[in-house]
């Protein structure tokens, strides 16, 4: 068996979660020992080498990690009221839409009653023509009659006995 080598330090071992090892390994951390790491520098505030040391000049110290966090917290926060907004403002938005849709849906319809109110109107137009040409057809017969009526009359006038009635006296 190969021996292993002695290193300073404590071996960690611990668990997580999958849910949390799988977000860690999308930031890119597949290593687990860089993830315990990572982990431990971001406590201390101090950059960790390869081998477990602690590298030096990269002390960053607890207040400024501390600082770092909470704007970091604070943008989180910032963010999330911000998607608040934006859910609140997608909302408004939507029921606008749907007013919108709807007001589209009347006004649909209302054009069809119009272009079926215009063909009625056509059909209208064209029965009262044909009704006016009925009635001047009607008012040229009417006027023949009348032309008729008057020679009738008139050949009436002709025809009647015409009498003269002479007085006779009577010689007694």
Known sequence: MPEEKKR???KVC????????????EKG???????????????????????GELLEGTTKG??????????????QREQI?????????????????EALKAELDKAENDKKEHIEAMGELRELRAQVREQREQ???????????KGELSKVERDKED??????????????
């Open 29 to 51: 951390y597949k290593s687990h020992t860089v993830i315990v790491r990572r982990g431990a520098e971001l406590i201390i505030g101090q950059t960790i080498g390869e081998h």
């Open 14 to 25: 611990g668990w997580l979660s999958d849910e949390v090892f799988s977000k860690l390994v």
């Open 62 to 75: 607890t207040i400024e990690n501390n600082r770092e966090q909470a704007e970091d917290t604070g943008e």
């Open 159 to 172: 025809l009647k006995p015409r009498i003269t009635i002479t007085s006779c006296r009577s010689r007694l």
């Open 8 to 10: 300073s330090g404590v």
């Open 81 to 97: 009221e911000n998607a608040g907004e934006l859910r609140e403002q997608l909302e408004e938005q939507r029921e606008q839409v």
């Open 135 to 145: 009635l001047e057809e009607k008012d040229r017969h009417i006027d023949t009659l």
